[in-house]
């Protein structure tokens, strides 16, 4: 079965710092997947997503996460944070054949320090 | 970009009675819309999926006749949470795909709706 582990519940960073937020998956197959970002009282916003093809993959808002099958990862990173950022990311995967069952991360709060 | 809204955004009610909510997608068609449950610190669970003029479809384990699912026109979807009890209380989340894009697209959230059931 399809699942997805953010072992990082809550991260802090500085102003300015880098950041790279966890995601492992477990799937059988060729997964899709997908990061999102949640703000207090708003909706999830698509970051970015991977199909196939290039393994790194350039999003919205300057972030960019690494496919690694080999790993079973799709960590997502940021080479300098802003005061902005600070909200909750999800991870999420959906399988090939059914596209529509999103298995998401418990999510990973961020806290950026000014 | 694609709006999906969500009434109301948060909402208190006793024991045993029934809560409605709402999801609309503000500008575009949705013929599938998706109800997710989220408890604090956890994942979003997919509850059912929801298409327009048919009956949802429920995952495992989730009560279709105590969340009532109508997807009455391409932009509405209500859940309704019927004879509501404290272990109903979470966060509602509502998603939608437009009409005529590949399901692998993208989904596009509402902004959740908390519900506390005392």
């Known amino acids: 079965a399809q699942s997805v582990t953010q072992p990082d519940i809550h991260i802090t960073v500085s102003e300015g710092a880098s950041l790279e937020l966890r995601c492992n998956y477990s799937?059988?197959?060729?997964?899709?997947l997908f990061w999102y970002v949640q703000s207090p009282g708003q909706g999830l916003q698509l970051l970015l997503k991977?199909?196939?093809?290039?393994?790194l993959v350039q999003g919205i808002k300057g972030f960019e996460a690494e496919f690694k099958r080999s790993q079973s990862s799709f960590n997502l990173r940021k080479p300098s944070v802003h005061w902005s950022d600070a909200a909750e990311y999800f991870c999420?995967?959906?399988?090939?054949?059914?596209?529509?069952?999103?298995?998401f991360g418990s999510g990973t709060k961020l806290n950026v320090k000014p | 970009g694609a709006v999906v809204s969500q009434h109301p955004s948060w909402v208190i009610c006793k024991s045993g009675t029934s809560v409605k909510i709402e999801c609309r997608s503000l500008?575009?068609?949705?013929?599938?819309m998706f109800w997710y449950r989220q408890f604090p610190k956890q994942s979003l669970m997919l509850m059912a999926t929801?298409?327009?003029?048919?009956?949802?479809?429920?995952e495992q384990g989730v009560e279709k006749d105590k969340f009532l699912i109508n997807h009455a026109s391409l932009t509405l979807s209500t859940l309704t949470v019927t004879s509501a009890h404290p272990e109903d209380s979470s966060f509602y989340i509502c998603?939608?795909?437009?009409?005529?894009?590949?399901?692998?697209?993208?989904?596009?959230f509402g902004p959740g709706t908390r519900l506390t059931v005392l």
């Open positions: 998603s939608a795909l437009e009409k005529g894009i590949s399901s692998y697209n993208e989904q596009f």
């Open positions: 799937y059988g197959a060729t997964p899709y």
């Open positions: 999420a995967v959906v399988g090939f054949g059914n596209f529509n069952k999103f298995y």
């Open positions: 929801s298409n327009e003029g048919s009956k949802a479809t429920y």
């Open positions: 500008d575009f068609q949705a013929t599938t």
């Open positions: 991977y199909f196939s093809g290039d393994t």
